[in-house]
């Protein structure tokens, strides 16, 4: 065993890792939250695939020179040489065989990249002869990639900035004209721009109207002194504080006053009509008649101050009655300004955003990344990748051990043939039992094509009730019911048993939908047929209305929906809130939804399109699933819905009367 160990072509698995950047949260306070969110397998598994694409791959191999490496590119062996030169055709027919793309292509085969679906983390493994030339092939391989990835992100922004400098350049000349036509118009009308803001007239009128309510004050108060002095002089009095304020006045009392001291002097010394006495008075008269001029002369002016304010109050009437003449002349010139000032200002707006982003992408392009980094570089194995000689003789023992109980064992598996009756169904599951289909002979039609062509033969009365043992009748009959219809596994005939029961419940007159959510492997055209261009994801992604892939089978009147084949997360498309609302419509328009479903063992589709259902009708053939995937099957059921859930027993026995059957009648 050691021997043939040691000849045996040994082979050298070279390991790397690539860890993909996800956007991280903004928040801080919330990342503690979200530490535990499911990882985006979509975007690892794309840049998994991106590291197995076949122009990646190539550019490893012309970057090495490994289509000239004899441990990736062996000559052919000598029979082959011999048997394409005496049959010439053989090495001509097919053309040249391009040496880059036959190394990528065996490369390929094995190389691995894959995720654990728990981490961000991609696992690159190769698998070849040479050690060395092993992790040399990972290593180029995860480096090509990032600068394959920087490469592209580069350009994307070049490719952005050379658009963002276009529209930078057509965003300024719409500034530039609309600024022009601001001050064009400015001109046209003969308007000034204030500095303040707002019109020229308008901020004039306001002084005006602040030196019109002082020039008023300035008038009242001048007229108040002077009918004031008036008052005063109609009373022979100049008591009046504007004479009394008068500093010719104050000197005449004064003098008056220094006389009338005399005279009572002179009056206590001299008998009336002496001549020094008689002077005195003489003095004492023109005195106060020079204090009455003065009087009156001050009157005078006060009068002459008032007249003034009243006059000046006067134009500064009509001086701002003529500017709300001139405004209301100038209101639609000045609203026209303002839009055009408006629209330029808006246009700068837009301009000066567009240099700020153009600004930002400059800078990012400088410091472009690629979307992912190494965080193990492949290392030369030291061990090859197949088992020891130790292991080998383990496994020799263990081989020998299971030859000796692979009889026991082969019975237990042989006993596991699935379901041969539908008591054994009831027995053993729990479920109602529903019906057992009857098989067709060979010379008879597909089941869903003879319910319709003979629809009181035993398969279409099986199939037309199959259903009364699982709900109440009045529930059944409820508008609106959704039945999801799905199997353990593959080739059971679940989606023969939904078109059958669908074509039996339209030939009834009941308003049926048939919705085919298999997407990965759809055969519903083939069974039923149907001629629209649309199928489900066309409506689950808004390319088209619910009528353009809607399909009426015109031998029953059933109305259905088919699937077009979608290996890349279907189950996004069916928990998504347009399939939801696609339900929500049909309930309003139908009275029965049948929804035909993946495999249950297979795919979580099922589960998903569970949580819709009302009811589940379980597709068992007979003598197919084992039991155990059957078990499995409901225990994933039953944590998916709590719909009632009903088995249905396909190719059974129709010979006899068995339970489940309705052998019809004439």
Same mark, same amino acid.
């Given at each position: 065993?050691?021997?043939?160990?040691?000849?045996?072509?040994?082979?050298?698995?070279?390991?790397?890792?690539?860890?993909?950047?996800?956007?991280?949260?903004?928040?801080?306070?919330?990342?503690?939250?979200?530490?535990?969110?499911?990882?985006?397998?979509?975007?690892?598994?794309?840049?998994?695939?991106?590291?197995?694409?076949?122009?990646?791959?190539?550019?490893?191999?012309?970057?090495?020179?490994?289509?000239?490496?004899?441990?990736?590119?062996?000559?052919?062996?000598?029979?082959?040489?011999?048997?394409?030169?005496?049959?010439?055709?053989?090495?001509?027919?097919?053309?040249?065989?391009?040496?880059?793309?036959?190394?990528?292509?065996?490369?390929?085969?094995?190389?691995?990249?894959?995720?654990?679906?728990?981490?961000?983390?991609?696992?690159?493994?190769?698998?070849?002869?040479?050690?060395?030339?092993?992790?040399?092939?990972?290593?180029?391989?995860?480096?090509?990639?990032?600068?394959?990835?920087?490469?592209?992100?580069?350009?994307?922004?070049?490719?952005?900035?050379?658009?963002?400098?276009?529209?930078?350049?057509?965003?300024?000349?719409?500034?530039?004209?609309?600024?022009?036509?601001?001050?064009?118009?400015?001109?046209?009308?003969?308007?000034?721009?204030?500095?303040?803001?707002?019109?020229?007239?308008?901020?004039?009128?306001? &002084? @005006?109207?602040?030196?019109?309510?002082? !020039?008023? %004050?300035? /008038?009242?108060?001048? *007229? #108040?002194?002077?009918?004031? =002095?008036?008052?005063?002089?109609?009373?022979?009095?100049?008591?009046?504080?504007?004479?009394?304020?008068?500093?010719?006045?104050?000197?005449?009392?004064?003098?008056?006053?220094?006389?009338?001291?005399?005279?009572?002097?002179?009056?206590?010394?001299?008998?009336?009509?002496?001549?020094?006495?008689?002077?005195?008075?003489?003095?004492?008269?023109?005195?106060?008649?020079?204090?009455?001029?003065?009087?009156?002369?001050?009157?005078?002016?006060?009068?002459?101050?008032?007249?003034?304010?009243?006059?000046?109050?006067?134009?500064?009437?009509?001086?701002?009655?003529?500017?709300?003449?001139?405004?209301?002349?100038?209101?639609?010139?000045?609203? &026209? @300004?303002?839009?055009?000032?408006?629209? !330029?200002? %808006?246009? /700068?707006?837009?301009? *000066? #955003?567009?240099?700020?982003? =153009?600004?930002?992408?400059?800078?990012?392009?400088?410091?472009?990344?690629?979307?992912?980094?190494?965080?193990?570089?492949?290392?030369?194995?030291?061990?090859?990748?197949?088992?020891?000689?130790?292991?080998?003789?383990?496994?020799?023992?263990?081989?020998?051990?299971?030859?000796?109980?692979?009889?026991?064992?082969?019975?237990?598996?042989?006993?596991?043939?699935?379901?041969?009756?539908?008591?054994?169904?009831?027995?053993?599951?729990?479920?109602?039992?529903?019906?057992?289909?009857?098989?067709?002979?060979?010379?008879?039609?597909?089941?869903?094509?003879?319910?319709?062509?003979?629809?009181?033969?035993?398969?279409?009365?099986?199939?037309?009730?199959?259903?009364?043992?699982?709900?109440?009748?009045?529930?059944?009959?409820?508008?609106?019911?959704?039945?999801?219809?799905?199997?353990?596994?593959?080739?059971?005939?679940?989606?023969?048993?939904?078109?059958?029961?669908?074509?039996?419940?339209?030939?009834?007159?009941?308003?049926?939908?048939?919705?085919?959510?298999?997407?990965?492997?759809?055969?519903?055209?083939?069974?039923?047929?149907?001629?629209?261009?649309?199928?489900?994801?066309?409506?689950?992604?808004?390319?088209?209305?619910?009528?353009?892939?809607?399909?009426?089978?015109?031998?029953?009147?059933?109305?259905?929906?088919?699937?077009?084949?979608?290996?890349?997360?279907?189950?996004?498309?069916?928990?998504?809130?347009?399939?939801?609302?696609?339900?929500?419509?049909?309930?309003?328009?139908?009275?029965?939804?049948?929804?035909?479903?993946?495999?249950?063992?297979?795919?979580?589709?099922?589960?998903?399109?569970?949580?819709?259902?009302?009811?589940?009708?379980?597709?068992?053939?007979?003598?197919?699933?084992?039991?155990?995937?059957?078990?499995?099957?409901?225990?994933?059921?039953?944590?998916?819905?709590?719909?009632?859930?009903?088995?249905?027993?396909?190719?059974?026995?129709?010979?006899?009367?068995?339970?489940?059957?309705?052998?019809?009648?004439?």
């Amino acid at each position: 065993m050691l021997a043939a160990w040691q000849v045996m072509p040994k082979s050298y698995t070279a390991k790397g890792m690539i860890l993909v950047k996800s956007d991280e949260i903004a928040v801080k306070e919330l990342q503690g939250t979200f530490s535990a969110v499911a990882v985006d397998l979509p975007l690892v598994r794309s840049q998994a695939e991106a590291l197995q694409s076949e122009g990646l791959i190539r550019q490893v191999v012309q970057q090495l020179r490994l289509h000239e490496d004899p441990d990736f590119n062996p000559p052919p062996p000598a029979w082959r040489a011999w048997l394409e030169e005496r049959l010439s055709f053989a090495s001509t027919a097919s053309g040249p065989v391009d040496p880059v793309a036959a190394v990528a292509d065996d490369i390929r085969k094995s190389l691995t990249a894959m995720t654990d679906g728990r981490s961000y983390v991609v696992h690159v493994e190769y698998k070849g002869k040479d050690p060395e030339k092993s992790a040399l092939l990972v290593n180029t391989l995860m480096e090509n990639y990032l600068q394959t990835q920087i490469s592209g992100r580069r350009s994307a922004s070049e490719a952005f900035n050379e658009e963002l400098s276009q529209r930078l350049a057509v965003l300024r000349t719409k500034v530039d004209e609309a600024e022009s036509r601001v001050r064009a118009f400015r001109r046209e009308h003969s308007l000034v721009a204030s500095p303040l803001g707002g019109s020229v007239d308008v901020q004039s009128v306001s &002084e @005006l109207n602040t030196r019109l309510a002082a !020039a008023r %004050a300035e /008038r009242a108060e001048a *007229e #108040a002194r002077y009918q004031q =002095a008036l008052a005063a002089a109609r009373t022979s009095s100049t008591s009046s504080a504007e004479v009394l304020a008068s500093p010719v006045i104050l000197a005449l009392r004064e003098a008056e006053a220094k006389l009338i001291e005399d005279r009572a002097e002179l009056a206590a010394r001299f008998t009336p009509g002496h001549a020094r006495l008689a002077s005195v008075e003489t003095q004492l008269a023109d005195i106060r008649a020079r204090i009455q001029d003065e009087a009156a002369d001050i009157i005078a002016s006060l009068g002459h101050q008032a007249q003034v304010a009243r006059a000046r109050e006067q134009e500064l009437n009509s001086l701002i009655a003529s500017l709300h003449s001139e405004a209301n002349e100038s209101t639609g010139a000045a609203d &026209e @300004l303002r839009a055009l000032e408006e629209e !330029a200002k %808006a246009h /700068r707006q837009i301009y *000066e #955003a567009f240099l700020t982003s =153009a600004e930002q992408a400059g800078s990012a392009q400088a410091v472009a990344r690629a979307d992912a980094n190494v965080i193990s570089w492949a290392l030369a194995p030291v061990k090859p990748a197949g088992p020891g000689p130790a292991t080998l003789a383990i496994f020799a023992g263990l081989g020998s051990m299971m030859l000796a109980f692979g009889g026991v064992m082969g019975r237990e598996v042989l006993a596991d043939r699935g379901f041969n009756s539908l008591e054994e169904v009831a027995a053993l599951t729990g479920l109602p039992a529903l019906a057992a289909v009857p098989a067709l002979t060979k010379r008879q039609q597909s089941p869903a094509r003879y319910v319709v062509a003979q629809p009181n033969s035993s398969l279409a009365e099986t199939i037309r009730w199959s259903l009364a043992p699982l709900e109440p009748r009045e529930v059944l009959e409820s508008a609106g019911r959704t039945i999801l219809v799905t199997s353990a596994l593959a080739g059971e005939g679940k989606t023969t048993y939904a078109a059958s029961l669908g074509r039996l419940m339209a030939q009834d007159s009941r308003r049926v939908l048939l919705i085919e959510c298999d997407l990965r492997r759809p055969n519903l055209r083939r069974t039923v047929g149907g001629d629209q261009p649309y199928h489900l994801q066309d409506i689950l992604e808004r390319n088209c209305e619910l009528h353009e892939a809607l399909n009426v089978d015109p031998a029953s009147g059933l109305h259905f929906i088919t699937g077009r084949r979608q290996t890349t997360n279907p189950q996004s498309l069916l928990q998504s809130e347009a399939f939801q609302a696609l339900l929500r419509d049909a309930r309003r328009h139908y009275d029965h939804i049948i929804i035909d479903s993946p495999p249950v063992m297979h795919v979580f589709d099922p589960m998903i399109l569970a949580r819709y259902a009302d009811s589940v009708v379980v597709v068992i053939r007979k003598g197919f699933a084992p039991r155990r995937d059957v078990g499995e099957m409901l225990r994933r059921l039953s944590s998916a819905t709590s719909a009632s859930v009903g088995a249905v027993l396909m190719r059974a026995d129709g010979k006899t009367w068995d339970k489940g059957i309705y052998n019809g009648y004439n």
